[in-house]
Nanobody, 122 residues
Framework: QVQLVESGGGLVQAGGSLRLSCAAS????????MGWFRQAPGKEREFVAA????????LYADSVKGRFTIFRDNAKNMVYLQMNSLKPEDTAVYYC???????????????WGQGTQVTVST
C-alpha cells in the first residue's frame, strides 16, 4: 500500500517554472513506477510523464516533452515533476500516481494523490 501527497502547485506566469513534489509513504515505494497526470476543467484526465522504479527510464506526453522532467529520489520516497516554459494550456490539477506497470494509461495506476492545482497566467 502506498499513500501519495502532492505539493508545489500554484500560480505562475507563462514562461515560468514550477516543481511539483510527491511524497510517498510505504516501504515498497521503490518498487513502483510512478506517473504524473493532469486534468483541466471539462477535460479528461491525461498522461503527463512517468518514470520506472529505478529512475532510469521516463515517458512523456508530446505536449510536455522538452519542457517537463520527471525524476525520483527513492531514498527519500519522493517523485518530482520539474515544469519549465509553462503555458496557459498547462493549467490543470496535477496528480501523482503509482502503478504496477510503467505506462501512459491512467487505468493502470493503482494509487493516487489528492492533486495540486497549477495555474499558468498569460
Amino acid at each position: 500500500q502506498v499513500q501519495l501527497v502532492e505539493s508545489g502547485g500554484g500560480l505562475v506566469q507563462a514562461g515560468g517554472s514550477l516543481r511539483l513534489s510527491c511524497a510517498a509513504s510505504g516501504r515498497t515505494f521503490r518498487n513502483y513506477p510512478m506517473g504524473w497526470f493532469r486534468q483541466a476543467p471539462g477535460k479528461e484526465r491525461e498522461f503527463v510523464a512517468a518514470i520506472n522504479s529505478s529512475g532510469g527510464m521516463a515517458l512523456y506526453a508530446d505536449s510536455v516533452k522538452g519542457r517537463f522532467t520527471i525524476f525520483r529520489d527513492n531514498a527519500k520516497n519522493m517523485v518530482y515533476l520539474q515544469m519549465n516554459s509553462l503555458k496557459p494550456e498547462d493549467t490543470a490539477v496535477y496528480y501523482c500516481a503509482g502503478a504496477g506497470v510503467l505506462g501512459t494509461s491512467w487505468g493502470s495506476y493503482d494509487y493516487w494523490g489528492q492533486g495540486t492545482q497549477v495555474t499558468v497566467s498569460t
